[in-house]
């Protein structure tokens, strides 16, 4: 199973940016998947992730902002960034569930496997 991860790169604060990670294998939609971001020095961080039913979860500073969505048909889940900080400046990573499961969604052990993950910085 591989996650490849795009989309990142360099933008001012205020801006848009939209994350994609593309999952090969078949039954994608068996499968809840999310989004982490781990800057410089610090812990891992759940940013959001959508379930195999499509219900979504968000850490609380990114509501608003961010919307994580799925498109099955092409194996891949989005994270549509919006209004960018630059306390957004992370590595962003996408990450699976193991299949036909949902839960303890804020919690890096949760996932089974994860992608290389794409560079997101913001400049203020």
């Known amino acids: 199973v591989q996650l490849q991860a795009s989309g990142g790169g360099l933008v001012q604060a205020g801006s848009s940016l939209r994350l994609s990670c593309a999952a090969s294998g078949r039954t994608f939609s068996r499968y809840t998947m999310g989004w982490f971001r781990q800057a410089p020095g610090k812990e891992r961080e759940f940013v959001a992730a959508i379930s195999l039913n499509d219900n979504t979860y968000y850490t609380d500073s990114v509501k608003g902002r961010f919307t994580i969505s799925r498109d099955n048909a092409k194996n891949t889940v989005y994270l549509q960034m919006n209004s960018l900080k630059a306390e957004d400046t992370a590595v962003y990573l996408c990450?699976?569930?193991?299949?036909?499961?949902?839960?303890?969604?804020?919690?890096?052990?949760?996932?089974?496997?994860w992608g290389q993950g794409t560079q997101v910085t913001v400049s203020s």
């Open positions: 990450a699976r569930q193991p299949p036909n499961y949902s839960g303890n969604h804020r919690y890096p052990g949760a996932y089974a496997s």
